[in-house]
């Protein structure tokens, strides 16, 4: 088991270790005595998973076997979620927010075996090889961005010393998203499903661009070179993402707009690239 875990909710630097006899000591001991921090904003978080760098991205999140779940629903209560999970293995505790009475709390549900998060969380364009709508299904009341590949998770704190807490430390048998029906098909092929998908929809835009002989696609490429050179600096992400858009809608491939590189390009615009991959299939409709 690895923690990683970055300084506030706006630290981007991710510290990384091994779980030990010592580390899991002190995780038990937060647990049980939670932090005393008066500001949300600058409560410490962490995520059980290993890391492959420290740049706080979706790239440097690798495999766990400890899932944190935050349900943030009035629907659903700390006694609701204690007796369906009573056989499993977690640790429960309260949120910063808790007041005593309303329904704010996060779990460490210890899983059966090392998941890839990429795959565990992977959201693909059609639900039958999509692991993260497997989990939303096996979680309703779940806080949907306890499924975000490279989310963080506020470490057990109280505004105040007399303020409300509880925690639960419960015994029982590691929980297996492959008990929920499909997870594990989903699970294996996801990433090759998506793939497939996105290669159809570029040889679709193909073929619709041989439908349409008057269409210069040299001259739409020439076209967003020139707007990506002439975007400032603040407004590039948005402004990729609309020039990606209107290139998807007239036919052009993934393919060919990845190509594309402007001169200011760096890190996160490879990583916005890398993104549109998945998001290609929709976003010219």
Same mark, same amino acid.
């Given at each position: 088991m690895f923690?990683?875990?970055?300084?506030?909710?706006?630290?981007?630097?991710?510290?990384?270790?091994?779980?030990?006899?010592?580390?899991?000591?002190?995780?038990?001991?937060?647990v049980r005595e939670p932090l005393i921090v008066p500001d949300k904003a600058k409560i410490p978080q962490w995520k059980f998973c290993s890391i492959k760098g420290e740049q706080r991205c979706?790239?440097?999140?690798?495999?766990?076997?400890?899932?944190? +779940?935050? !349900?943030? #629903?009035?629907? =659903?209560? &700390?006694?609701?979620?204690?007796?369906?999970?009573?056989?499993?293995?977690?640790?429960?505790?309260?949120?910063?927010?808790?007041d005593g009475t309303n329904?704010?709390?996060?779990? +460490?549900? !210890?899983? #059966?075996?090392? =998941?890839? &998060?990429?795959?565990?969380?992977?959201?693909?364009?059609?639900?039958?090889?999509s692991p993260y709508h497997y989990m939303l299904k096996a979680f309703p009341h779940i806080d949907p961005a306890s499924f975000v590949k490279a989310q963080f998770f506020k470490m057990p704190a109280k505004k105040a010393p007399d303020a409300p807490y509880y925690f639960s430390i419960h015994k029982g048998k590691p929980w297996s998203p492959a008990d929920i029906e499909g997870f594990t098909f989903a699970?294996?092929?996801?990433?090759?499903?998506?793939?497939?998908?996105?290669?159809?929809?570029?040889?679709?835009n193909a073929k619709r661009r041989q439908r349409q002989p008057n269409q210069d696609m040299t001259t739409a490429i020439e076209y967003i070179k020139r707007k990506?050179?002439?975007?400032?600096?603040?407004?590039?992400?948005?402004?990729?993402?609309?020039l990606a858009s209107?290139?998807?809608?007239?036919?052009?491939?993934?393919?060919?707009?990845?190509?594309?590189?402007?001169p200011w390009?760096?890190?996160?615009?490879?990583?916005?690239?890398?993104?549109?991959?998945?998001?290609?299939?929709k976003i010219g409709k």
């Open positions: 923690l990683a875990t970055i300084n506030n909710q706006f630290d981007n630097k991710i510290r990384g270790l091994e779980v030990n006899k010592d580390v899991w000591a002190k995780v038990l001991q937060i979706t790239e440097n999140i690798g495999s766990t076997n400890l899932m944190i +779940l935050d !349900f943030d #629903d009035s629907a =659903y209560t &700390i006694e609701e979620f204690e007796s369906q999970f009573r056989e499993y293995k977690y640790i429960l505790h309260t949120s910063w927010s808790y329904s704010k709390f996060r779990v +460490l549900l !210890f899983l #059966d075996k090392e =998941y890839e &998060i990429n795959r565990l969380f992977f959201k693909g364009h059609d639900k039958t090889f699970y294996t092929m996801c990433e090759m499903k998506q793939e497939e998908y996105i290669k159809k929809i570029d040889a679709e990506m050179n002439e975007m400032p600096a603040g407004m590039r992400h948005n402004g990729v993402f609309g209107w290139f998807a809608g007239i036919g052009g491939t993934y393919a060919e707009f990845s190509q594309i590189r402007p390009a760096d890190k996160q615009y490879d990583k916005q690239i890398k993104r549109l991959a998945n998001e290609w299939y």
